[in-house]
């Protein structure tokens, strides 16, 4: 209605300012009908120069390969009522064109209304911005780094395929989503995912970029090592914008370096190993040096206790057995010379041969044995049946661990050689090979002194006796050259020879004789017994009438030297024996009765007990001392001086051998100062093997 009021002038003002205006602007605006014929066109020349339209149908304008399907669909969809919008290229221009529905006065659908906007240089923008889009895409594909990109919100924006694929995730589905949410999807990688939103925290936290290792597990392989650097992106204003997050798989290089931390380790370990095998044989021969220094026992001992301080331990002693039930400590040292007086008191903890365990043990099976005081709080108390009573001196010693190695040498267990530490865990395998080399020559070491020291000792005893054997065998033959002398003077003397002198002159010569004649016996029964050499001439022999028999010819020695002998020997006692070897038997005990019995009665008895002939013989003499009792069997051995009691320390040897070829025994009671009893057991028949 307000039209009616402007003249046509001032409509025509109105429309030429109006085109004016749409002609300044750069759009291009068009009025169609239903039938989609331009009914108006207005705007800039240079959004649509030289173009005519009006009167035109939109089909007809459409440029040639232009697609009309979708500028006809955005039309027909602004007929039915709603707006549409398409793109169209014109003269090497892009618009974009805005449909709208176009109503008559009444309201009806009259047809359409379109705005086209010459976009060119958006669309171009727009292209520009996809391409480079698109590289960045490829970028991020062909790189093999994982790399994604989150929301402040920690939401994933977008992840590459190497992202993707280190959470086994496929590229529909995981965008907008959480650690947490994608967490609660896999259960493979929930821990993973759970640890990505943590360390997430802590970049947030840091407010800078962060860089750490994780492992990723993955099903059926070993876990991916991720060297992760995460990004925090901010607005200008300081809010969070998002998080970019760059991860490089190092497995390989952690492999390749694992493998050489391995390698160098190996050559570490092997270059000790050289070290500790070339210090070993170092100790070793010096040890050998050091042993091979001395042929004395006794230093040799005492080297041997010190020699595996301190390589071996703080403590060390040498054991050895004998004759005692006991073990005895030979040798012991201490690596610090000021705690050896305390050392001392160990002295006393040996063990007995036969305990279980410990050095007793090792000495009975050669076995060596190894102590850790983890076992318990004082290791090396087990070492020795007695440890428990020698606590305070390990404590004050602060001894904890052991290692006990027998010493063996030529086959024959000597004893053992230990250590102690004051380490609970000191000694390994390579410890106990040491000292089993280190006992071994140690062994042989004691082993050679012993025998050295044997050598010298029989050297000594051989010398001794030859200058007694040398002096008993001059003293007969003076005798018998006097005597001898004696009757050449009376035959020389030209009258009858007074013959009751010249008997007793022959008479003396006659035991002389007789004399020499048992000590080169004697001798020689020594080194036929030594040999094995003596032939046993069995018979019927009765031992009463044997010893009868030796009293009688001893008669004139009794006699001469004022000894009483009370004899009991009438019953007979038969047995398959060798006469002159018991012969001898009795006369070596019966002179012996005689020289050390004082001149006080013996008492000579047989008998037989239990089918065994029993000879005894006691005296009342000096006896003998009980130390040296054990070892007057012995060759050579003697318990008196050679100044005060001639012999050659071999009667008894020979005795002793004579009564065990015939499978008998020989025993001897006796107390200094009143006197000796040896008893002979003969079994009546023997076979000898
Ligand atoms: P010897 O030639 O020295 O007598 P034996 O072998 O016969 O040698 O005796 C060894 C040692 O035993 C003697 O040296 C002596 O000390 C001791 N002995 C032997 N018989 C007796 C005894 N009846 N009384 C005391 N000591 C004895």
Redesign the pocket.
Known sequence: MRSLLFTREELLRHEAVLRRMLAQAPVFVFLTDRELRFLATAGSELAAPGLELEGKSLLDVLGAGEEPSSVLAAHYRALSGEPARYDTEWSHRTFEVRVEPAFDEEGASSGTIGIAFDVTGQRQEEEELRTSAERLRTLLETTSDAIYLKDADGRWLEANDAGLQLFHLSRAGYQGLTDVELASLSDFFREALLACYSSDQRTWAAGQVTRQEEAIPQPGASPRVVEVTKVPLYHPNGQRKGLVVLGRDITLRRMAEQERDRLLLQEKEARAAAEVARRRSEFLSSASRVLADSLDYDATLATVARLGLPFLGEWCAVDLTGEDPRVARAAMAHADPSKEPGAKRLEACVPDLEAPGGIAEVIRSRRPLVLTALAGEEGILALCDHGRAHLDVVRELGLRSGLSVPLVARGRTMGALTFASVHPDRYQDEDVRLAEDLAWRAALALDNARLYRESQEAIQARDEFLSIASHELRTPITALRLGIQRLFRLARGGAEPPWKTVATSLEGIERQGRRLTLLINSLMDVSRLQSHHIQLDLEEVDLSEVVRDVVAQLGGVLARTHTPLVLRADAPVVGRWDRSRLEQVVT?LLD??I???ARAPIEVTVALEDGTAVLTLG?R????SPDRLPF?FGRF????SSRH?G???????IVRQIVELHGGTIHVE?IPGQG?TFTVRLPLSFSPG
Not at 647 to 653: E, K
């Open positions: 070596n012996n009765a020289k050390y019995g005296d003499g000096i006896g003998i007057i051995e003697r318990a008196v009691y012999g050659l320390g071999l009667g008894l040897y006796s000796s």
